[in-house]
C-alpha cells in the first residue's frame, strides 16, 4: 500500500478549502486573527522631534553652558516660544522638542539653581543625543503589518500607534467536530469497563482555542451508518472534523457515512506515525477532515492539518506549524516508511523520546514538552545528533 507523503497532504488538505469571506473589526477584536491586507500606517511616528529622556532641551553648540532655563515642554504640551543662544528649556520624556534646541540633557548631569543651569557631568557626546526624530519608527503610509501576517499583541499596539482602528480579517471559521464509536461516553459520566470517557472533543477545542473559529458540536456519534450519514449530510460548517472509525474495521464507517452523505473523499491513509488512517474530502464549501481515534493521533493530525487548514481559511500566508531543532539526548532506531512524531521531553536543550510510543496513551503525551519528527527512512541517531522537533506545551 502506497502512503501519501504527508506534505502532500497537507498541500491537499489547504487546496480542499474555500477561503472564508472577509470582515472589517475593531483592532481590539482583531488578536489571534490574519490581516488580509497590508496594514498602513495613518500617522508617522513620533510626529515630531521628541526627548527620550527627562532633562533640559538645549543647544549643542552651546555646550558646556550655562544656560538660562526659559520654560518647559512636556508630553503633550509643547512649548510655545523659541530656544536662542545660551537659553534651554525642561523637557520631559515624550515631550516635542522646542524649536531652537537640537540635544537633550539628562537631568542626572545637570545642576539647576532657579533659571541658572549648569552642567555637572560630561554632558551630551553628539549632536541630537536623547532625540527621537520624527518617523523613528515609521512614516504615515509604512507597511506596519503585511498581508497574511498574524495579528499579536506587539502588532495590534503598532496598529493603534499608526492610528489604525480598524482592520479587514477573515470572518470566523466554523468548525463541526463529531466524535465516534459506540465504547464513548460524555466525560465525567459514571463509566462500566466498556465505555471510555470521551476526549477528543476537547481535545480539539482546547488546541485551536487560539484560532477565530466558532465551535460546532456534533457529539458522540455511534457506530452506526445510517446515524452518520445523517449527521454528516446536515453539516454546515466550513471545517468537519470527525474522530474514529477511520481505520479498516467492521465498526469503522466514517468513510462509507461520509460518502453516503454526499462527501467527495480526497484522499485517505497518510505516511505518518501516529495518524495513518487520516482522511480528507470535501462536500461544497465544507472539507472534511477524518482523524483517527487514537488520543494521540488525533492530536498529531489536528495539529499537522487541521489547524494549517483553519489558519489558511483565515488568511494566515504561513499555516503550517514551525519546527525548531534540539539535540538528541539518547540514540534513536532508523525509521520505517511514514514520517514519525515521536512523544519527547525537552530537559537542558536535549531531547528525549518516551520508552513506548503508543498512540492510545495519553499520559505520555501529557507528559511530553515535544515531538521529535524522524523523516521517512532516517538513519538511527546517536545521542548529541541534532533532530527537528516541534514544540507541544
Ligand atoms: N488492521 C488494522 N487495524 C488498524 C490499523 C490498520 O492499518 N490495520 N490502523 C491502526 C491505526 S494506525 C490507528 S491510528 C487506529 C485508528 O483507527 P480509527 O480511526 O478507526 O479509531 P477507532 O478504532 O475508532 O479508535 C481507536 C482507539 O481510540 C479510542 N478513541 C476513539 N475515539 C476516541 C475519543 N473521541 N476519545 C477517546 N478515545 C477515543 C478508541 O476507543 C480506540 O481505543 O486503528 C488501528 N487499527
Ligand atoms: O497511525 Mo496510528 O495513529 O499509529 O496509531
Given at each position: 500500500m502506497t502512503l501519501l507523503?504527508?506534505?502532500?497532504?497537507?498541500?491537499?488538505?489547504?487546496?480542499?478549502?474555500?477561503?472564508?469571506?472577509?470582515?472589517?473589526?475593531?483592532?481590539g477584536d482583531a488578536l489571534g486573527r490574519w490581516a488580509v491586507h497590508p496594514i498602513?500606517?495613518?500617522?508617522?511616528?513620533?510626529?515630531?522631534?521628541?526627548?527620550?529622556?527627562?532633562?533640559?532641551?538645549?543647544?549643542?553648540?552651546?555646550?558646556?553652558?550655562?544656560?538660562?532655563?526659559?520654560?518647559e515642554s512636556a508630553a503633550g504640551k509643547p512649548f510655545a516660544g523659541r530656544v536662542a543662544a545660551g537659553q534651554a528649556t525642561r523637557i520631559f520624556t515624550g515631550a516635542a522638542m522646542p524649536d531652537g534646541a537640537d540635544t537633550v540633557l539628562v537631568q542626572e548631569e545637570a545642576e539647576r539653581d532657579g533659571e541658572r543651569l549648569i552642567l555637572a557631568g560630561e554632558g551630551p557626546p553628539h549632536l541630537s543625543r536623547n532625540v527621537r526624530r520624527r518617523g523613528l519608527d515609521f512614516?504615515?503610509?509604512?507597511?506596519?503589518?503585511?498581508?497574511?501576517?498574524?495579528?499579536?499583541?506587539?502588532?495590534?499596539?503598532?496598529?493603534?500607534?499608526?492610528?489604525?482602528?480598524?482592520?479587514?480579517?477573515?470572518?470566523?471559521?466554523?468548525v463541526a467536530i463529531a466524535a465516534t464509536g459506540d465504547e464513548l461516553v460524555e466525560p465525567g459520566t459514571?463509566?462500566?469497563?466498556?465505555?471510555?470517557?470521551?476526549?477528543?472533543?476537547?481535545?480539539?477545542?482546547?488546541?485551536?482555542?487560539?484560532?477565530?473559529?466558532?465551535?460546532?458540536?456534533?457529539?458522540?456519534?455511534?457506530?452506526?451508518?445510517?446515524?452518520?450519514t445523517r449527521a454528516f449530510a446536515q453539516v454546515e460548517a466550513d471545517v468537519l472534523v470527525t474522530t474514529g472509525g477511520a481505520s479498516v474495521g467492521d465498526h469503522d464507517l466514517v468513510r462509507p457515512a461520509l460518502h453516503a452523505a454526499g462527501y467527495a473523499l480526497d484522499f485517505w491513509r497518510i505516511a505518518l506515525r501516529p495518524g495513518k488512517p487520516m482522511l480528507a474530502g470535501r462536500r461544497g464549501a465544507t472539507t472534511v477532515i477524518g482523524l483517527p481515534g487514537n488520543p494521540v493521533s488525533a492530536f498529531v493530525t489536528a495539529l499537522l492539518f487541521v489547524r494549517p487548514?483553519?489558519?489558511?481559511?483565515?488568511?494566515?500566508?504561513?499555516?503550517?506549524?514551525?519546527?525548531?531543532?534540539?539535540?538528541l539526548g539518547e540514540p534513536l532506531a532508523a525509521n520505517g516508511n511514514r514520517t514519525d512524531y515521536l512523544r519527547a521531553e525537552l530537559r537542558d536543550g536535549r531531547a528525549y523520546a518516551?520508552?513506548?510510543?503508543?498512540?492510545s496513551m495519553l499520559r505520555t503525551l501529557a507528559r511530553s514538552t515535544c515531538l521529535i519528527i524522524r523523516p521517512p527512512h532516517a538513519p538511527a541517531a546517536q545521542a548529541g545528533d541534532s533532530a527537528e522537533i516541534l514544540m507541544i506545551a
Open positions: 507523503p504527508i506534505e502532500e497532504a497537507q498541500a491537499r488538505v489547504l487546496a480542499l478549502g474555500t477561503v472564508a469571506a472577509h470582515e472589517d473589526v475593531a483592532i498602513h500606517a495613518a500617522r508617522t511616528q513620533p510626529a515630531r522631534d521628541l526627548s527620550a529622556m527627562d532633562g533640559y532641551a538645549i543647544r549643542f553648540a552651546d555646550l558646556p553652558g550655562p544656560w538660562q532655563v526659559i520654560g512614516s504615515v503610509d509604512d507597511v506596519l503589518v503585511d498581508a497574511g501576517q498574524r495579528l499579536t499583541p506587539a502588532r495590534l499596539a503598532v496598529c493603534a500607534t499608526g492610528g489604525v482602528a480598524r482592520v479587514t480579517v477573515a470572518r470566523p471559521i466554523r459514571s463509566a462500566g469497563p466498556d465505555t471510555l470517557p470521551e476526549s477528543n472533543r476537547l481535545l480539539l477545542r482546547a488546541l485551536f482555542a487560539d484560532l477565530p473559529v466558532t465551535f460546532v458540536d456534533l457529539g458522540i456519534l455511534p457506530d452506526q451508518l445510517d446515524v452518520l487548514l483553519v489558519a489558511h481559511l483565515s488568511g494566515a500566508a504561513d499555516p503550517y506549524p514551525s519546527p525548531t531543532s534540539a539535540i518516551s520508552t513506548i510510543q503508543d498512540s
